[in-house]
């Protein structure tokens, strides 16, 4: 039985040789502590014999205390429970915003069914306790993701829905029965897409594979050789092989049509040798096919390289993680069998521009989740950080902001659903033609408003938002990376412009003020 202790009893252990506290009506012996507490022992004897729990949580994260649970709790004080809870895996939070509105008890949704809710239920425990911790350990340390969570995906069926609804989703077992493949729509991926990157480590979120999840739908769809795509996509699915997409390069970013990377055809027309260079590529580090655009005689084609004899990666330093493995590729001379060949020759631009409606709609939803969580960080702190005499919160400017940052969060994931709902019910023929723009229009937005956000919640941090640890580290680390999703998949003024284009190209002739 644990014990207990009247506030009284606590009081008395404020000496040299035995200091108590009192943190959430738990009791704390830290006296053979003191010398360890990496702030000093000044900071724990000035609370020695006090409830210190205002004081603690203006310092620590929760995680610290539940940390030092088990070696430095001796009971709780008597006649009282501890109301600060622990969030266990899977637990939805329960502040406000903290969550998708379809998620409150209190709110209906058209879209969400209870498939999509047994997916979201089961897929958060699964990221609670697999892969949240591997991602805030690679990105300390900059190791690439372990084979062992990639199987483990795989045995879950995760590596399948990551790449949306289709074909092959069908018979596979999702998550224990969570959702049938054949049921499987783009409100279930947009469930996986944002319940994945909760753990906030935007290195390791693109080192999770993303270079699999915007390359492999080439293989889907444009590989001719129908065994060969079967065995590429048993191989990548079961995490025996990885693969990644090489398009971007020095010479070309948003600019595909500047790609200078050649492929040319043997005298014997057997194989293209491609030569050049590609730059940023993720994953590119440690994978085994790249789907890679090039130049051809008449235009752009796209390859499936093999890594081999005259490929080589080197890191590229980002101001993420190294666990990304952003990479820059080297291809030199390298043979290329034509069956590798993807789509149809000098007509790759199609093939490259296929799945960048998915990408950016992915992007934009894991920015929007991101995001979200930083606005989560922000009304917890500022409801227990006291500055002058009084809590943050109780501050009309901090409100302020708060609001602003709210009413970004909530108004883009309408809109992304709203786009979602479109996409799950208008042919994909008919999507490429509607909904580009639209798409583009959201990504742009959506990290605009990650900017608002990260400069917001730097502000209501303070200091603390420029450190990589300790109470601020969300803060931070959502502050120095939120720009990858306004470059990658198209940068924001790129795809605003494709959005107003678009609308030019359908705008009436007999339309006047």
């Not at 004899?309 to 069998?337: C, L, R």
């Not at 227990?384 to 400017?397: C, E």
């Not at 939120?482 to 940068?491: E, H, M, N, P, S």
Request: with cysteine; glycine share 10%.
């Amino acid at each position: 039985m644990a014990k207990t202790f009247t506030r009284d009893e606590v009081a008395q252990h404020n000496t040299e040789d035995s200091v108590w506290f009192i943190v959430d009506s738990k009791v704390y012996d830290v006296s053979e502590f003191l010398d360890a507490h990496p702030g000093g022992e000044t900071v724990l004897r000035q609370v020695g014999g006090q409830d210190a729990t205002v004081a603690f949580y203006n310092l620590h994260r929760h995680e610290v205390l539940a940390k030092y649970d088990d070696d430095l709790k001796i009971g709780t004080v008597e006649g009282e429970e501890p109301t600060v809870v622990t969030p266990q895996p899977g637990d939805l939070s329960l502040v406000p915003y903290a969550e998708p509105l379809w998620l409150n008890p209190a709110f209906k949704t058209p879209y969400y069914g209870e498939s999509h809710r047994r997916l979201r239920k089961a897929l958060r425990e699964f990221h609670d306790r697999y892969v949240a911790p591997e991602a805030q350990a690679c990105e300390a340390d900059g190791k690439y993701i372990s084979q062992g969570l990639v199987e483990r995906m795989s045995k879950a069926g995760i590596l399948h829905m990551r790449l949306g609804p289709g074909k092959h989703l069908h018979g596979v077992d999702l998550l224990d029965g969570a959702v049938r493949g054949e049921e499987f729509d783009y409100f279930h991926d947009l469930i996986v897409g944002q319940e994945l990157v909760r753990a906030n480590a935007r290195g390791f979120q693109d080192g999770l594979l993303a270079g699999m999840v915007i390359g492999l739908p080439c293989i889907m769809n444009y590989m001719k050789d129908s065994a060969r795509k079967k065995a590429l996509m048993d191989e990548v699915f079961t995490g025996k092989k990885y693969i990644c997409l090489a398009i971007t390069e020095a010479f070309a970013g948003s600019d595909v049509a500047g790609l200078r990377t050649t492929a040319t055809k043997t005298a014997d027309g057997k194989h293209y040798v491609v030569s050049g260079t590609k730059k940023w590529i993720t994953n590119g580090v440690y994978c085994d096919y790249f789907v890679t655009g090039v130049r051809t005689d008449k235009g752009l084609s796209v390859l499936l390289i093999e890594r081999g004899e005259g490929v080589e990666t080197k890191p590229i330093k980002t101001s993420y993680s190294p666990t990304a493995g952003t990479s820059f590729v080297t291809f030199d001379n390298v043979k290329v069998p034509v069956e590798n060949l993807l789509g149809e020759e000098n007509k790759g631009i199609y093939v490259i521009l296929s799945n960048f409606n998915h990408e950016r709609w992915g992007m934009a939803l894991a920015s929007l989740r991101v995001s979200r969580t930083v606005v989560e960080e922000c009304l917890k702190w500022a409801h227990q950080r006291i500055v002058f005499g009084k809590r943050l919160i109780d501050q009309p400017v901090i409100r302020q902001k708060l609001a602003k940052m709210i009413a970004l969060i909530e108004s883009h994931q309408s809109w992304l659903e709203t786009i979602t709902y479109q996409m799950c019910n208008m042919p994909y023929s008919e999507q490429s033609k509607h909904l580009g723009g639209p798409i583009g229009l959201l990504k742009m937005s959506a990290t605009r408003a990650a900017h608002e956000v990260a400069d917001e919640a730097v502000q209501i941090f303070g200091g603390r938002g420029l450190t990589q640890s300790g109470m601020g580290r969300v803060v931070e680390m959502f502050h120095r990376t939120y720009k990858f999703d306004a470059i990658l998949g198209g940068a924001e003024e790129v795809l605003g412009d494709l959005g107003v284009r678009q609308a030019m190209a359908k705008m009436p002739k007999s339309s006047r003020l």
